[in-house]
């Protein structure tokens, strides 16, 4: 086929959709000869996905089509195009007068049957075209009109180079309160308030013998504006000049800014209001900080034997506490307690058990009864929802007598002299104030038979469950690799370094706790290594 043998009104970019290939490659090879952009697609489902990525002028659609057939995807794309238009040609061997009318109904412009007749298919691209064409000049003359009607609720006023007003509109009509009649021919200074009336004259006089603008060519300059009945108010002024006829001009914009003024007044009230609100807070929390710090920071914290790190997710509080005491008969008292939440309301709840444990571990009192106190009273001044996981350790220096217990805290593990996972204890236990426990239903679990080098490793949830910027949690894997061939006393050191290195820059969402005991090396019946 020859090309056509006039230009085409214009070029469009064109989406052919058949699942016939030679006909796609005839339908590209005669458009592209007519001067237009064309894409392929097989089916309706394909011809949906492209127009959704990007803008077409024109599709021509075949109507049986697997996956897709050519009337649902017309209906897609149609849903798609919004207020712009989109002409759709259906070419089909189906030429039946109800095929014709389901295309019609489906949102298709045109109907062409099959096998396609280019001499009318020429045609009848030229007649869309040129409706293509006329469509965008109505569209783009809407769009100018539009503009000029949004901008209709700002004033304009038109002066000469006398200061004379020459012409206005009705929003300056409404916001000065002057009939047009009563401003035009009068001096701008009418809408001004003193002292600007008295010297505007003088500016324009200035500015016209080569002096610097004021606010000629400025946009949104901040002015005082004069209403009939004499108030006064803020104005966004724009001045542009023109020159008709020989004559130079001005054309102002004006805009009441009452509103925003009075917005900005509240909002900087609210703002003094939110800042002595937040200063106080904060004064409030440092002060609550400094009492949790007295009754957390005791003696049994420096002990030889732990070490500890504490990472809060909030600046001033942490849900995780650590506790640790020595008793007058030798034994070593450590807990680690997270309660629900995180921040102040979190630390609130663990306060409560903080007395009991040291009173209680400073007297060498059993570690079950302990336990059993704690939870006593958790149990009793809790609300309803809010717990405390919990993990208590009590170390014997002078014989086998060393034991744990887990409650609703991640389980221990017993860490071998070259860093490898020797012992896990899991938790067995509900986490303290969630229910009343009778004394003999505390069992502890004997902590014994450990090589020397042998250290505790008890964590809250918030360290595994950490997550960097791609989702992944810090998880067990993770710690226990970190751990590997590392001696104990750097293995605190090691989990740090991890951490910051798996968060990167991402906060930590949760309080993070990880704490290392030294274990006693005691004498034991039990020969094997724990398992």
């Known amino acids: ?184 021919g009068q001096n701008i200074s009418l809408l001004m308030p003193e002292p600007y009336a008295s010297r505007h004259d003088g500016y324009i006089r200035a500015y016209l013998a080569g002096g610097a603008p004021k606010v000629i060519g400025t946009l949104g300059c901040e002015v005082e504006g004069r209403r009939k009945d004499g108030s006064v108010f803020p104005l966004a002024l724009s001045v542009s000049e023109f020159r008709d006829q020989g004559r130079r001009m001005f054309v102002g914009a004006l805009r009441d800014i009452t509103r925003e003024k009075e917005a900005e007044r509240r909002l900087r009230e609210t703002a003094q209001v939110l800042q002595l609100y937040h200063d106080e807070r904060e004064a409030e929390n440092r002060l609550a900080a400094e009492i949790l710090d007295q009754l957390l920071q005791r003696p049994g914290l420096a002990d030889p034997r732990l070490k500890y790190w504490m990472a809060p997710a909030e600046a001033h509080f942490s849900g995780d506490i650590i506790a640790a005491a020595r008793a007058a008969n030798g034994r070593y008292y450590v807990l680690l307690a997270d309660a629900t939440g995180h921040g102040l309301a979190a630390a609130i709840c663990v306060l409560p058990l903080l007395t009991q444990f040291y009173d209680s571990a400073g007297a060498g009192v059993p570690l079950s009864r302990i336990i059993h106190r704690i ?69 502890t679990v004997p902590l014994a038979g450990y090589p020397p080098g042998a250290q505790l490793m008890v964590y809250s949830d918030g360290l595994v469950e950490a997550q960097n910027a791609q989702g992944e949690a810090f998880g067990l894997a993770r710690l226990l690799a970190c751990l590997a061939d590392v001696p104990p006393q750097a293995r605190l050191d090691a989990v740090k370094d991890a951490m910051l290195q798996h968060l990167g820059e991402m906060p930590a969402h949760d309080d993070m706790t990880v704490l290392f005991l030294d274990l006693p090396t005691l004498p034991t019946s039990r020969q094997e290594s724990p398992s």
């Open 1 to 184: 086929m020859s090309p056509p043998a006039d230009a085409p009104p214009s070029s469009h970019h064109v989406l052919v959709v058949d699942d016939t290939a030679t006909n796609r490659q005839i339908l590209a090879v005669f458009l592209k000869k007519m001067g237009h952009t064309v894409d392929l697609a097989e089916d309706g489902a394909k011809a949906v996905a492209m127009f959704a990525a990007r803008p077409y002028d024109l599709v021509i659609m075949d109507v049986m089509m697997p996956v897709m057939d050519g009337y649902e995807a017309t209906r897609r794309i149609k849903a798609m195009c919004g207020e712009r238009w989109v002409p759709v040609i259906f070419l089909s061997a189906l030429d039946k007068d109800e095929n014709l009318v389901a295309g019609l109904e489906a949102g298709g412009d045109d109907y062409l049957a099959k096998p396609v007749n280019f001499v009318v298919l020429e045609a009848k691209l030229r007649s869309l075209s040129r409706a293509l064409l006329l469509r965008r000049e109505l569209e783009d003359a809407r769009r100018f009109s539009q503009a000029v009607t949004d901008n209709l609720l700002d004033a304009v006023v038109t002066i000469d180079e006398h200061g004379r007003i020459e012409a206005v509109n009705p929003a300056c009509c409404h916001i000065f309160g002057y009939a047009a009649n009563e401003m035009i």
């Open 375 to 443: 939870n006593t009273q958790l149990n009793a001044s809790l609300p309803v929802g809010r717990f405390v996981a919990a993990t208590f350790v009590c170390l014997d220096e002078t014989g086998s007598a060393s034991e744990i217990w887990v409650g609703g805290l991640p389980a221990a593990h017993v860490i071998g002299p070259d860093g490898r996972l020797l012992q896990t204890l899991e938790s067995v236990n509900l986490p303290l104030g969630i229910e009343a426990l009778s004394a003999e239903a505390v069992q």
